[in-house]
């Protein structure tokens, strides 16, 4: 007799990581937890948001953070296609940010305007993700070189390079690290399908909500123009 798990009756997404998945509401338990960094990014970021200094970065870094957190949860416990694709706009929607806000800077941009550019650099990969298997990867590229290229510009034009840029270089680090667990797990160079408890994704996961954190704080104190 065929076996009926909770999400078969969606369309089922190609996987990018090693686990392998279990019959049940989580399909990919290690990778499926080990999301609630985003979370914790996401409340210690609006955590200091509160307090009465002027914050103009922390309340949209944190709302990214657990969108992410939200997706990619969702993802990796259903296996799904529309999850899978959510995950991604979720982290398209945090490279839009950034890269919006680099043109801002460099342009003068009021807040509405970045927000309608963040807003349009992200539906513009609704499409490919939806009807085109595995865009995510290179769109994930295209974004976050856009991002590096457009913080390169700022960076020259409006002299951060004199500022304190340690957080800058903490979250660029961690976001690396994370990139090098999730190809060696996506590759399977580095890969136990039925460990349930510790992944290289798993670990991408928290690397990548500690680089999150890291560059909401790069942005909140240096990233201004003077």
């Known amino acids: 007799l065929r076996v009926t798990c909770p999400w078969d009756s969606l369309e089922q997404a190609a996987l990018l990581s090693c686990e392998e998945p279990v019959c049940g509401w989580i399909g990919q338990p290690s990778n499926t937890y080990s999301n609630l960094g985003y979370f914790i990014v996401a409340g210690l970021l609006a955590w200091r948001a509160r307090s009465r200094e002027r914050r103009d970065h922390d309340v949209p870094f944190a709302l990214l953070a657990f969108a992410i957190g939200i997706c990619s949860t969702l993802a990796h416990a259903s296996l799904t296609h529309v999850f899978a694709v959510l995950d991604f706009v979720s982290i398209f929607a945090l490279f839009s940010y950034i890269f919006a806000s680099n043109l801002a800077l460099l342009n ?27 865009s995510g990867l290179a769109l994930f590229a295209l ?84």
Not at 108 to 134: E, N
């Open 108 to 134: 003068a941009w009021s807040a509405r305007r970045r927000q309608v550019v963040t807003s349009v650099l992200v539906a513009i990969v609704i499409v490919p993700l939806v009807y085109v298997d595995r």
């Open 143 to 226: 974004y976050a070189t856009g991002c590096l290229v457009s913080e390169a510009m700022a960076i020259k034009r409006l002299a951060l390079w004199r500022r304190d840029r340690r957080y800058f270089y903490s979250g660029l680090g961690f976001l690396s690290l994370g990139l090098v667990c999730f190809i060696l797990d996506e590759r399977k160079i580095v890969c136990n399908p039925s460990d349930h408890v510790f992944q290289l994704h798993t670990v991408w996961h928290l690397l990548a909500a500690t680089s999150i954190y890291f560059v909401a704080l790069y942005f909140e104190r240096d990233h201004k123009s003077a």
